[in-house]
């Protein structure tokens, strides 16, 4: 089996950085994407970013293009999610996921769809 966990929320302001981990401990996700998943208050769970197995190619959702970078390990068990000029809108619990399933089609499916899942991370942004 495998466990995901997310670590690095905390309380920033806006305009500042903060960088996710999540850590996949149990067997090797070879051939897994791995990505972010986020919950804002009183919304649904959206998708955030997400990144194949080789590394070589990233998705993200169009609000974050360009502020957030996905990368993952040589050992591809820990991915990460850099983000830069945080909003208060990106304020939410982020989640972390893997899943068979090319990160190119994680925009059409849902974080419960995933194989694997973590508990999530908070991000709270203050204006």
């Known amino acids: 089996q495998v466990q995901l966990v997310e670590s690095g929320g905390g309380l920033v302001q806006a305009g500042d950085s903060l960088r996710l981990s999540c850590v996949a401990s149990g067997r090797t996700l070879s051939d897994y994407a791995m990505g972010w998943f986020r919950q804002a208050p009183g919304k649904e769970r959206e998708f955030v970013a997400a990144?194949?197995?080789?590394?070589?190619?990233?998705y993200y959702t169009d609000s974050v293009k360009g502020r957030f970078t996905i990368s993952r390990d040589n050992a591809g068990k820990t991915v990460y999610l850099q983000m830069y000029s945080l909003k208060p809108e990106d304020t939410a619990v982020y989640y972390c996921?893997?899943?068979?399933?090319?990160?190119?089609?994680?925009?059409?499916?849902?974080?419960?769809?995933?194989?694997?899942r973590g508990k999530g991370t908070l991000v709270t942004v203050s204006s």
């Open positions: 996921a893997a899943d068979r399933q090319s990160g190119s089609m994680w925009y059409k499916g849902t974080y419960y769809g995933m194989e694997f």
């Open positions: 990144i194949n197995w080789s590394g070589g190619n990233r």
